[in-house]
């Protein structure tokens, strides 16, 4: 009852905070897309003044009051995807799923940035050390990424922990590496991680849906994807896809600047893996 609540708190918010209502109220659909950035520059506002208009109508923060809007105005089937209807048949579903994949990945390939992409590539070549991070869905990501890398000679991590990873965070220096997965891109535990590496002299990369975003803005720098899953949900489907293409673009460039090295551990990987096979 997210659009009740703000028309009865109206006269109660400050000016400021009114402006993000209006937004909201004038586009209730496109607000459950926005990140805190998107919305607050829309309204002409701080992204702090979001997070106070949130709590203003008793809300926790920004993802709490987007999933009750979405709760408010979109169909609970809209839950499971963003496409599909009551009752498919499943060839539809089959092809809805697999389109909403394809657009994903089509969407990113218009909208990526290539020379974000190619200095990501050489930031990670040159890297003495890459720490890759994510949470949740992202964590899947995240360790898809570490299993890509760790032939390239580069010695890697992979955390899924917010507490292991702060800890490996701080002990990182110049030289190194951390890359973050985030669909949403304003979850507190990332920029926290980031922030630390930051401090402690590492480069960071972040991957994400949103380039106005809390992680964007403290990534040294930032790959968007593009999809049409909306910010509410916690479990996207079609952006983790892209994501995935995203780490196999940089993982095939970092392997192209070390390919030498990366063919020797591969063959050295593949013989120690004959005895496992029949």
Partial sequence: MSIPQIMNNYNSLRKS???VADIILEHPEAAIHFSVSELAELAGVSDPTVIRFCRSLGFKGFQDFKINLAQSIIPDIRNIHETVNRGENVPDLVRKVFDANIAAIQS???????????????ELSGASRIMFFGLGNSAVVAKDAYHKFFRTGIPCQWFEDTHMAMMAASI???????????????????VDVLDVAAKAGAKTLAIVSHHK??????????????????EYKFEPMASRIAQLSVIDVLSVGVTMQRSEEYIANLDKSRKALVRKRY
Avoid: R, Y
């Fill in 172 to 190: 990182m220096g110049p030289g190194e590496a951390l890359v973050v997965i985030s669909h949403s891109g304003s979850t507190t535990d990332i």
């Fill in 108 to 122: 990113t390939l218009g909208t990526l940035d290539f020379q974000a992409v190619e200095a990501a590539i050489n």
């Fill in 213 to 230: 975003s809390p992680v964007s803005s403290v990534a040294t720098h930032t790959l968007c994807v593009a999809s049409t899953e909306t």
């Fill in 17 to 19: 905070e009114m402006k």
